[in-house]
């Protein structure tokens, strides 16, 4: 997975804020990638993502931090964001890999 290093603002209308992820062509069956145990600062948020990228082809997607749940918590700006990936067959929704924490940091 490719992650960028600094937030991106994404989804405008919905007020909240993500990061571009680029899962790479590895796989030879569609597969689904999601985010588990996602944290901001300390405190978990959820989040909205569910990418399903078709065998052979890449997907540019992105991680959507609820504005209720960052506002909750009087985050204002991202400056250690923690998170998992569950990647997953599409089609049997059989296990793939459950990936280490991903630790951004942003200070």
Not at 39 to 50: A, I, K, L, Q, R
Not at 51 to 56: H, I, K, Q, T
Not at 86 to 96: L, P, Y
């Amino acid at each position: 997975m490719r992650v960028p290093t600094e937030p991106r603002n994404a989804f405008e209308a919905f007020h909240s804020c993500g990061f571009l992820i680029v899962p790479p062509k590895l796989c030879i069956k569609d597969m689904t990638v999601q985010t588990r145990d996602e944290s901001v600062n300390g405190f978990m948020v959820g989040t909205y993502f569910s990418c399903e990228v078709c065998a052979g082809k890449s997907a540019v997607d992105c991680i959507v931090f609820s504005s209720t749940e960052l506002d909750e918590n009087n985050i204002e700006n991202f400056e250690t964001v923690e998170f998992s990936f569950h990647i997953f067959k599409t089609a049997d929704r059989n296990t793939i890999d459950d990936s280490k924490p991903v630790v951004l940091n942003f200070n």
